[in-house]
């Protein structure tokens, strides 16, 4: 979910881009099919998706579904009108990002909010005709979020963003180039916590030039993405929302119900229950930082916990 921005490419292009991306692989038996049938699974182009579509599709190998992975198959303006042409069957979207890009596709307000599971009742109420559903979002958690140095924290008694008031005039916030506009970056802290800052400093999107930027002491606070290792791996603490500014962007499935049966939706909805953001921040730091297969993680995360 880590783009927050929604553009709409014309069915050509999407059509070009499912030619030229990854053509996958096969989790499954390779001389044939399962008799309960073949599911491919999709991953948008970072490490967090491609773990989470094996997980998935690990889970389902072991109820003895024929697995296809379409790895790195693209952003969401690729991935999502896949599912709706059928082209994969499955993916890990996230519930206020996929309902904000429905919602835009289809030209309506934009509804999401800091309430997952209302997010994903509207998210189903505009992809029912599409024959898609979501199923129960997860604990786990990937949007927005602000973090500081440990260091900074301990000296200021910081725990949750509003504790930032005390210090924020002699503070440099750090944030991508379109932060000053973004009703979720420095307005909306401005105008959910009262947060003024002395400066803003333009960088990336919880990248490597944020990291650095704190490394350097260039800023004292920054956005980053709530489950990204690189937050653990940089000593930083993500300050709690404590008065909800971010929309809820928790991971749901998202799924063609022509093959969501009763099996696997349970087991799907099971996978979910158990998934929580220190887990998956762990697994994102294990593929980005320590450079592990994201495949081989999601097998061991499948083995760890029963599926």
């Known amino acids: 979910m880590r783009l927050k921005r929604v553009f709409v490419l014309g069915a050509s292009m999407v059509a070009l881009a499912l030619l030229t991306t990854s053509c996958g692989s096969t ?9 309960k049938g073949t599911i491919t699974i999709a991953s948008f182009n970072f490490s967090e998706s491609i773990i989470l ?18 790895d790195k198959l693209g952003n969401r303006e690729i991935v999502e009108p896949a599912l709706e042409t059928g082209q994969i069957d499955l993916y890990a979207g996230y519930a206020a990002t996929d309902l904000n890009f429905v919602d835009k596709r289809q030209s309506v307000d934009l509804e999401a909010g800091t309430d997952a599971q209302a997010n994903v009742q509207k998210l189903n109420a505009r992809l029912s005709s599409k024959a898609i559903k979501a199923l ?11 973090a500081v140095t440990k260091a900074e924290a301990d ?18 916030l750090g944030g991508p180039p379109e932060c000053p506009q973004r009703p979720f970056c420095k307005p909306g802290l401005e105008q959910t916590y009262g947060l003024h800052f002395k400066a803003f400093k333009a960088l990336d999107a919880g990248g490597p030039l944020t990291y650095a930027a704190f490394k350097s002491g260039a800023i004292n606070i920054g956005l980053v993405f709530s489950s990204d290792g ?6 930083l603490v993500v300050l709690e929302d404590d008065k909800h500014l971010q929309q809820a962007d928790n991971i749901v499935p998202l799924i063609r119900t022509a093959v969501a049966n009763s099996e696997v939706t349970s087991l799907l909805n099971s996978i979910d229950s158990k998934l929580n953001t220190p887990d998956l ?6 593929a980005d930082v320590d450079k592990e297969d994201p495949a081989d993680l999601a097998t061991k995360w499948v083995k760890d916990h029963g599926f």
């Open 230 to 235: 690189g937050i653990s791996a940089n000593n």
């Open 27 to 35: 989790g499954g038996p390779s001389s044939s099919a399962s008799p």
């Open 136 to 146: 129960d979002p997860s604990p786990a958690v990937d949007q927005n979020a602000f």
């Open 155 to 172: 000296q200021n008694h910081l725990t949750k963003l509003s504790d930032v008031t005390a210090v924020a005039s002699g503070w440099t």
């Open 281 to 286: 921040t762990a697994l994102n730091k294990s």
């Open 53 to 70: 579509a094996h997980i998935y599709g690990e889970a389902l190998k072991n109820k003895g579904y024929t697995i296809k992975y379409r």
